[in-house]
Every structure is written in structure tokens, then in C-alpha cells.
């Protein structure tokens, strides 16, 4: 379960929870961005959410409930690694956007991983491998949860998500022009989860190029990097 949300004041400004069960993960700094961490058994250590230096914000949500037709066929591309490809900066997001409106993009088998993707510009991308893409040029604001934009609750699943999204889309509706971090930090506690805990929660301040972070819904305990802008 998580949750992502871009907002587009008199500032840019990402949120993300990442609720994660029996994973290990690690937050990791880096000149060009701060980078949450997977260990996979095969592959390792893999960057799969996070900021960059250039602006970018990648989160990558589960869909449910899972939907097959997400599942690997053969020729598709593959969204994790389009999204490495964004936090890594090998490509744009005009790029992932070009590739997402004219090719099929798949999952893995038996998971529906989403992208939840942004820009220095304030731009996102949502990709729902099987389903399609929705790309919003610098909207107010954007929220994606743990449902299919194009299913809705159409489909349900305890995971999904339906009242972190409405909790999170009513805070952001009021917002002011000045929503900033702390602003973005109270929406991302008001939906943080303890079941699927929320063991990541992240604001990227684009326009600032400043990420901070707290551990394990430890909201005294943020911490901060500023990114050197490419």
C-alpha cells in the first residue's frame, strides 16, 4: 500500500508513503538524488522510489486488486525498470511518456506495480501496466493510491486504498497557495498505515530541490538532503 501525491502551488512540491510488509529496504543519498532502496534476492539493492537531481520523482504503488492483464508477455516494456530509468535520469519523463502512449507496459507476474511519476516542471505521468497511462500537465494537484484511475472502486480489495485517497484528495482540495512541506508532511500522516506499515514517508520541495524523509512514522525524526540542481 502506498500513496503519492504531487501538488503544484507557488511551489512544486511531491509526497509519498511507502507502505511496505516483510521487505528489507534502506534510504540512500547520493549527489544526483536520495533513492529508497529494495533488496532483491536476485538483483539486490534497487533504487525502485525516490527524487533526483534534475526533478524527477518516481513512486511505484501496487494496484488492487491485481489485474492480469499487467502480467509479462514477452515483447513489453517492463515498468520498474522504466522507472529506474526516470530515478536514474537515463531517461525523461517525455521519454517514459512517448513509450507508455504507443507501447504495452507490463508488471511482473501476479502484481500490478504502478508508476506515480513527476517532473521538475510539476508534470506527472500515472502508468497502470495492461491498462494504459493519464499524463497531467502541472495539475493543481494528482493523487494515486493503491486503485486503477481507469477502474475507480469499480473493483475492490482491502489494499486499495479508496479512503486514504478521499482523506488525502478533501486535505488537498482546501489547500492554500502556500502549501509546503510540513503541509505535505500532514497530509501523508493523515494517511499513513500501521497494518501494511507506512515505513517511508517522503516530501520532495522540487523547486527547492530538498528531500526530506522520516522513518517508520517517526514524525519527529525527519531528516533532510538538498540536491544540487543538474
Not at 534502506?26 to 522510489?49: K, N, Q
Not at 492483464?69 to 526516470?86: A, F, H, M, Y
Not at 481507469?150 to 488537498?172: C, I, V
Request: net charge negative; proline share 6%; glycine share 6%.
Amino acid at each position: 500500500m502506498c500513496t503519492s501525491i504531487v501538488v503544484n502551488k507557488k511551489k512544486t512540491v511531491v509526497g509519498w508513503n511507502l507502505d511496505l510488509l516483510d521487505m528489507t529496504w534502506r534510504v540512500r543519498t547520493d549527489p544526483a538524488g536520495v533513492y529508497i532502496e529494495i533488496d532483491d534476492a536476485t538483483e539486490g539493492w534497487m533504487p525502485l522510489f525516490g527524487a533526483n537531481s534534475r526533478g524527477d520523482f518516481v513512486g511505484m504503488p501496487t494496484c488492487w486488486p491485481h489485474d492480469p492483464r499487467s502480467d509479462p508477455k514477452g515483447d513489453e516494456e517492463n515498468i520498474i525498470l522504466l522507472d529506474i530509468d526516470l530515478l536514474l535520469q537515463r531517461k525523461t519523463l517525455r521519454e517514459i511518456r512517448e513509450i507508455a502512449e504507443h507501447r504495452p507496459v507490463c508488471s511482473v507476474p501476479g502484481l500490478t506495480f504502478m508508476g506515480a511519476l513527476s517532473d521538475a516542471e510539476g508534470n506527472v505521468l500515472h502508468i497502470i501496466p495492461g491498462q494504459g497511462c493519464r499524463y497531467y500537465e502541472k495539475p493543481a494537484y494528482q493523487l494515486l493510491t493503491n486503485f486503477s484511475p481507469f477502474k475507480q472502486n469499480s473493483e475492490t480489495h482491502p489494499w486499495m486504498g479508496w479512503d486514504r485517497y478521499h482523506t488525502a484528495e478533501a486535505m488537498l482540495q482546501s489547500a492554500g497557495e502556500d502549501f509546503d512541506v510540513a503541509d505535505c508532511f500532514a497530509v501523508l500522516k493523515a494517511v499513513a498505515q500501521e497494518v501494511c506499515p507506512t515505513v517511508i514517508s517522503m516530501v520532495f520541495d522540487v523547486t527547492e530541490r530538498t528531500v526530506w524523509w522520516c522513518e517508520n512514522r517517526k514524525w519527529e525524526g525527519i531528516r533532510s538532503v538538498r540536491l544540487t540542481p543538474c
